[in-house]
Nanobody, 129 residues
Framework: QVQLQESGPGLVKPSQTLSLTCTVS??????????WNWIRQPPGKGREWMGV???????YYNPSLKSRTSISRDILDNQIFLQLTSVTPEDTAVYYC?????????????????????WGQGTQVTVSS
C-alpha cells in the first residue's frame, strides 16, 4: 500500500518561499511509470494542478505557476519537494501530493483533471503576515 504524507510550515509570510515535502512509503518514487504531482485547493475553490515529477525525474509545471514553482526529489529518502516562491495570500490553500500513472501527466498538460491512484491527506498552508 502506497502512502503519501505532506509536511511543511502551516504559515508563510507574503513574499517568502513556501517549501513542502511529500514523503512516500510503500513504493519507490522511481517505479516505472508513475508520476508524482502537487495539487492545491484554495478555500472555496476547485483543485489546481501545480506540477509533476515523473519516475525518471522529468518535471512539468502548470503554465500559470511555472515561473514560481520548482519540484524536485530525493531518491534515497523517497521524498518529493515543492517550492513556491514569492507567495501571496492567494496561495493560501490545502496542498496535496498525489501519485498518478503516466497518462495523468498528458491529461494535466492538456488542462484536464485526471484521476490519481494515491493521495496524501493534505497540508494547510496559510500565507499571512
Amino acid at each position: 500500500q502506497v502512502q503519501l504524507q505532506e509536511s511543511g510550515p502551516g504559515l508563510v509570510k507574503p513574499s517568502q518561499t513556501l517549501s513542502l515535502t511529500c514523503t512516500v512509503s510503500g513504493g519507490s518514487i522511481t517505479t516505472h511509470y508513475y508520476t508524482w504531482n502537487w495539487i492545491r485547493q484554495p478555500p472555496g475553490k476547485g483543485r489546481e494542478w501545480m506540477g509533476v515529477i515523473a519516475y525518471d525525474g522529468t518535471t512539468y509545471y502548470n503554465p500559470s505557476l511555472k515561473s514560481r514553482t520548482s519540484i524536485s526529489r530525493d531518491i534515497l529518502d523517497n521524498q518529493i519537494f515543492l517550492q513556491l516562491t514569492s507567495v501571496t495570500p492567494e496561495d493560501t490553500a490545502v496542498y496535496y501530493c498525489a501519485r498518478g500513472p503516466l497518462e495523468t501527466m498528458a491529461t494535466n498538460l492538456r488542462g484536464g483533471d485526471p484521476e490519481y491512484d494515491y493521495w496524501g491527506q493534505g497540508t494547510q498552508v496559510t500565507v499571512s503576515s
